[in-house]
């Protein structure tokens, strides 16, 4: 197994200061001793309310902060001993608008981040021009000043610049956020498209449903430790596997309605009476056991529609953290 991120105890404290009096010191204990895997390939989601430790987490991982002990390594150079070895093989991009200069075009900052990166010159123009492309950038607009960007384009030209060194490995803290469903839907692809191409992703984003997607593990981070970690599927089966059958009929007796409340694989039934039709919400465990014997009871009865909801990402998060906030 190759394995392209080892974090183990990692903690990180900052020290606030008063704004009154130096000598008044508060310590926020950011990470509290986190433990995580990340292989070479993998999309690795952080998940996690507004003060989790994400972007710590991120920020130690990319090099741009120390921790306070624990250990963190990178392909397995040690992020406080071999910060330049990890950093010629990774990159960073952070939701919103830093790192990019407004007033000049997106050729013009990705040219400076080449210069920057030291991008060999006989092939610059070429990789420009590529991620450019990848990153889905119209080419009319790429001689346009920043400044005249939407935040989608924005954040196309982020995720560009943060492959300008072609890294094996991208940070992404919170990618998609304030981009409209599309350009979210976009980021997306993208990110799939660089696992295609063997790099490996860590991002952090509180969108469950983006995580449920693309994610291949994730970790639930909150106040700085990791309340749980897996593969979605996972998480689901481990946290709330659990299944609604919605079912619409023309009506329903009472025997057959007891008869359901009855069966081995239901855990209830909500019955709704709308529009004179009868719906019914069937909660389950066992998905396809409970539909044959759900659909035995049934039989005679016009079924109008059917759908089968199965839980999420979600459901898993404010079932671990939902009483908490
Ligand atoms: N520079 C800083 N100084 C003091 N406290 C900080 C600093 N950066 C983050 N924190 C605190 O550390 C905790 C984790 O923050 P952060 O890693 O930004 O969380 P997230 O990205 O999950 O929202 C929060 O309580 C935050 O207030
Ligand atoms: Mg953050």
């Given at each position: 197994m190759d394995v392209t991120i080892r974090v183990h105890d990692l903690c990180r404290d900052y020290v606030v200061r008063s704004m009154f009096s130096n000598k008044t010191k508060r310590v926020v204990k950011a990470l509290n001793g986190i433990n995580f895997e990340v292989k070479k390939g993998e999309i690795f989601g952080i998940l996690g309310p507004n003060g989790a430790g994400k972007t710590t987490t991120i920020k130690i991982l990319a090099t741009l902060l120390l921790p306070t002990s624990g250990t963190a390594k990178v392909f397995g150079y040690d992020v406080e001993k071999h910060p330049i070895e990890i950093r010629k093989r990774i990159n960073l991009v952070m939701g919103g608008?830093?790192?990019?200069?407004?007033?000049?075009t997106a050729l013009e900052n990705m040219e400076y981040f080449a210069e920057l990166y030291n991008v060999p010159l006989n092939i610059r123009k070429k990789r420009i021009y590529d991620l450019l492309g990848l990153a889905g950038l119209q080419k009319e607009r790429?001689?346009?000043?920043?400044?005249?960007?939407s935040k989608g384009m924005k954040q196309r030209l982020q995720i560009a610049r943060g492959l300008i060194n072609d890294p094996d490995c991208l940070f992404l803290d919170?990618?998609?956020?304030?981009?409209d469903p599309i350009g979210a839907r976009e980021l997306k692809n993208i990110v799939k498209t660089l696992t295609r191409m063997g790099k490996t992703i860590i991002f952090t984003t509180h969108y469950m449903q983006e995580a449920d997607e693309l994610c291949d593990r994730v970790a639930i981070l909150n106040k700085g430790t990791i309340v749980t970690i897996g593969t979605p599927t996972e998480l689901k089966k481990t946290y709330t596997e659990k299944f609604q059958i919605d079912l619409t009929l023309t009506f329903i007796t009472h025997d057959h309605l007891e008869h359901l409340q009855n069966?081995?694989?239901?855990?209830y039934v909500r019955v709704n009476e709308l529009e004179k039709k009868t719906h019914l919400f069937i909660d389950t465990q066992a998905c396809s056991e409970a539909v044959e014997s759900v659909f035995n009871v049934l039989h005679g009865i016009p079924i109008q529609d059917v759908s089968i909801k199965k839980s999420t990402l979600e459901d898993v998060y404010v079932k671990l953290l939902g009483g908490e906030h």
């Open positions: 608008e830093r790192n990019l200069y407004q007033r000049l790429w001689s346009d000043k920043v400044e005249t960007y919170e990618p998609t956020i304030g981009l069966l081995k694989h239901v855990n």
